[in-house]
Nanobody
Framework: QVQLVESGGGLVQPGGSLRLSCTAS???????MAWFRQAPGRQRELVAQ???????NYADSVKGRFTISRDDAKNTVYLQMDSLEPADTAGYYC??????????WGQGTQVTVSA
């Protein structure tokens, strides 16, 4: 079973940037991977996904502000978040993009956008 470790979250002012990392315990190169987020009292939502070939898709709410990328040599997926808004405040998690065969969820990394 693949273990996932997310990092890079923190407190940032509106308009600021953060770069999240998700490192897997073994190769994930054959998997489409995604970043998800969950705010208190809300369901987990898919934010961005990246295919093994590098094709990407984004939720409308983050399109143009967030960029997902991957470095398969490092078993790592990144999420560059720019122009952050208070509505982006949530716990951020990575996992396989499809619901079937997902890895165990990691601890996530908290992002708080506040003045």
């Amino acid at each position: 079973q693949v273990q996932l470790v997310e990092s890079g979250g923190g407190l940032v002012q509106p308009g600021g940037s953060l770069r999240l990392s998700c490192t897997a315990s073994r190769s994930i190169r054959v998997y489409a991977m995604a970043w998800f987020r969950q705010a208190p009292g809300r369901q987990r939502e898919l934010v961005a996904q990246i295919a093994p070939a590098g094709n990407t898709n984004y939720a409308d709410s983050v399109k143009g502000r967030f960029t997902i990328s991957r470095d398969d040599a490092k078993n790592t997926v990144y999420l560059q978040m720019d122009s952050l808004e208070p509505a982006d405040t949530a716990g951020y998690y990575c996992n396989r993009a499809i619901s079937t065969g997902r890895f165990n969820w990691g601890q996530g990394t908290q992002v708080t956008v506040s003045a």
